[in-house]
T-cell receptor, first 114, second 113 residues
Framework: AQKVTQAQTEISVVEKEDVTLDCVYETRDTTYYLFWYKQPPSGELVFLIRRNSFDEQNEISGRYSWNFQKSTSSFNFTITASQVVDSAVYFCALRGNSGYALNFGKGTSLLVTP | DAGVTQSPTHLIKTRGQQVTLRCSPKSGHDTVSWYQQALGQGPQFIFQYYEEEERQRGNFPDRFSGHQFPNYSSELNVNALLLGDSALYLC????????????FGPGTRLTVT
């Protein structure tokens, strides 16, 4: 079974603050894939990143960075110098090599105020 | 490059009715998945279609069925609608290998009264 836990339900920050969204996962699969998606108020899920279980290298893309740690089963997402446009619900998702389904966490609602 | 498209955008149905939702995948994609997202929750996997066959199904009753056409587009059918079926229905497309990310459409908001 696959499980994703996003313990933070809502986070509110002031513009330009850094913010980290936590994601903890559970799987028995030896190979698996982790994802982050952004869902703005419009409702469409926007793909942000995919990470393979055999690649623990952290990644940075502009103001976004991801920290993948297999030892703690975590795949955290940091936004540096947050902006109002970052306000959205962010989902962490997991897919194991035993299936095709994406298993989503419940999401973290991020509100960035000016 | 056309992304995933879904129709209709919104739909209101009465309990007991049947509904059909439609999805066209992103250009170059041949695999389509459907998800149900209740308010305040993460999307839940309904099923995935590849080569016009359902190749994996989530924990949803048989009232939920689907179809994939030769042009890779897909339909989701829900029979005997219940109030609890009210949700955002998301279609996602991808390449067939499980390592690839899924790209989502804007969704269809279904309200059952």
């Amino acid at each position: 079974a696959q499980k994703v836990t996003q313990a933070q339900t809502e986070i509110s920050v002031v513009e330009k603050e850094d913010v980290t969204l936590d994601c903890v996962y559970e799987t028995r699969d030896t190979t698996y894939y982790l994802f982050w998606y952004k869902q703005p108020p419009s409702g469409e899920l926007v793909f942000l990143i995919r990470r393979n279980s055999f690649d623990e290298q952290n990644e940075i893309s502009g103001r976004y960075s991801w920290n993948f740690q297999k030892s703690t089963s975590s795949f955290n997402f940091t936004i540096t110098a947050s902006q109002v446009v970052d306000s959205a619900v962010y989902f962490c998702a997991l897919r194991g090599n035993s299936g095709y389904a994406l298993n989503f966490g419940k999401g973290t609602s991020l509100l960035v105020t000016p | 490059d056309a992304g995933v498209t879904q129709s209709p955008t919104h739909l209101i149905k009465t309990r007991g009715q049947q509904v059909t939702l439609r999805c066209s995948p992103k250009s170059g994609h041949d695999t389509v998945s459907w998800y149900q997202q209740a308010l305040g929750q993460g999307p839940q996997f309904i099923f995935q279609y590849y080569e016009e066959e359902e190749r994996q199904r989530g924990n949803f009753p048989d009232r939920f069925s689907g179809h994939q056409f030769p042009n890779y587009s897909s339909e989701l059918n829900v029979n005997a609608l219940l109030l609890g079926d009210s949700a955002l229905y998301l279609c996602a497309s991808s390449l067939p290998d499980m390592s690839y990310e899924q790209y989502f459409g804007p969704g269809t908001r279904l309200t059952v009264t």
